[in-house]
């Protein structure tokens, strides 16, 4: 059975050597910003599910989230013409989903309202160790408490693995301030998680 959507793209790119994929990727965006159709559809389905990943984190709401995904590729159709650099593509549409998930918070919507649990394909795998997957879950807690803006720029730090300049860069905002939200974000992290820690032990006191 031949694979469809985002795994189609992915059997079809995973053949290929690293230098042939970034030819092919240049290569589909100058074609979709010519007015490809089909071109444009190869370049969402290999970035479909890293974006929604990204949106679930930032918003915390699975609805937000595909909304927010589906802004992102429609205003990507209607700005491709303007791109001047193909290369640059995924940086491009990185900022653009960002730019929708804070649209999505400016408008008011619950972004906290669904407490999101990211599936194993949607994130960096973990070992199976117990004291592994507890940590996960508090972060995954931890990450929930912090404002939108603070989570964005933990998940392009810490997630995407940009560099603090292209963090800045992909949230419109000047490096200092980008710094600033990450140590702001860190500390909110750290504090949210030694509470958790504090919680059992508090409990075990209360009982005795």
């Not at 559809?41 to 989230?65: K, N, P, Q, Y």
């Not at 400016?106 to 973990?126: F, N, Q, S, Y």
Request: with cysteine; glycine share 6%.
């Amino acid at each position: 059975m031949e694979p469809s959507g985002e795994n189609r793209a992915h059997h079809w790119w995973s053949g290929m050597s690293p230098r042939k994929v970034g030819w092919r990727l240049r290569d589909l965006v100058v074609q979709a910003r010519e007015g490809d159709r089909d071109a444009f559809s190869e370049l969402a389905a290999r970035s479909i599910g890293r974006l929604t990943a990204v949106a679930r984190m930032i918003l915390r709401d699975e609805f937000a989230a595909q909304d927010a995904v589906q802004e992102t590729f429609i205003e990507a159709w209607r700005s491709l013409p303007g791109l001047r650099e193909p290369d640059r593509f995924e940086a491009w549409l990185r900022r653009l989903l960002v730019r929708s998930c804070f649209k999505a918070v400016r408008r008011g919507k619950r972004v906290d309202a669904v407490e999101i649990r990211l599936t194993p394909g949607d994130e960096p795998a973990i070992a199976g160790a117990e004291p592994a997957v507890q940590l996960h879950d508090q972060l995954e807690r931890s990450l929930a408490r912090l404002p939108a803006e603070q989570r964005a720029v933990v998940v392009l730090v810490y997630y995407l693995d940009l560099p603090l300049a292209d963090a800045a860069q992909t949230m419109g905002i000047p490096l200092g301030t980008t710094k600033s939200r990450l140590n702001r974000a860190t500390h909110a992290l750290r504090a949210a998680i030694e509470a958790d820690d504090r919680e059992p032990l508090l409990a075990r006191e209360q009982i005795a």
